[in-house]
């Protein structure tokens, strides 16, 4: 299934009054390893947000996490994808758009579906497709400090 995300974007004109300025569907799309497609709707740097300008912030090149700013992203996981164990500096607020998948943890793992929402508080997790169609999530990444357990901090890897 390719991913196709529909973004709409409001702005203001010369006189200040509210109109979209981006109604497209989205032209983005990345894939970081084989079964993992993203899109980036939009990011943001700073905080508080600066909500003037007129610039495509869709369109900035960012990684994983940006640091002192926002991510929001849309990715699809196909049935089987590639393993990437990681952590990132950044709370996560994740919300499961179609599909089923397994976030697992250390020790554990959680199985999610269609309309499940989680926060990821920085710890390392991996997820993992074991169904036969793809699973799409919406996620917004916000920078974050390193997570500190007693006497160890635990930094973004993967």
Same mark, same amino acid.
């Given at each position: ?14 006189? %200040? ?5 981006? /109604?497209? *569907?989205?032209?983005? +799309? ?49 049935? %089987? ?24 943890? /250390?020790?554990?793992? +959680?199985?999610?579906?269609?309309? /499940? +929402?989680? *926060? ?7 997820? *993992? ?21 007693? %006497?160890? *901090?635990?930094?973004?890897? %993967?």
């Amino acid at each position: 299934m390719a991913l196709n995300v529909r973004r709409v974007i409001t702005g203001h004109d010369a006189n %200040g009054k509210a109109i979209v300025k981006i /109604d497209e *569907v989205c032209k983005n +799309v990345a894939s970081g390893r084989p079964g993992a497609t993203s899109v980036n709707v939009w990011t943001t740097e700073g905080f508080p947000v600066n909500n003037d300008g007129a610039g495509d912030e869709g369109q900035r090149k960012v990684s994983t996490t940006l640091a002192k700013g926002t991510i929001f992203r849309i990715i699809e996981f196909a049935p %089987g994808l590639a393993a990437r164990n990681h952590r990132t500096d950044s709370i996560d607020y994740i919300a499961i758009i179609s599909g089923e998948i397994d976030m697992e943890l /250390d020790d554990s793992r +959680v199985h999610l579906k269609a309309g /499940d +929402v989680m *926060v990821q508080r920085g710890t390392i997790h991996n997820w *993992v497709n074991n169904g036969a169609a793809p699973c799409v999530l919406a996620v917004i990444l916000i920078d974050a400090k390193s997570v500190e357990v007693p %006497g160890k *901090v635990l930094s973004a890897i %993967g």
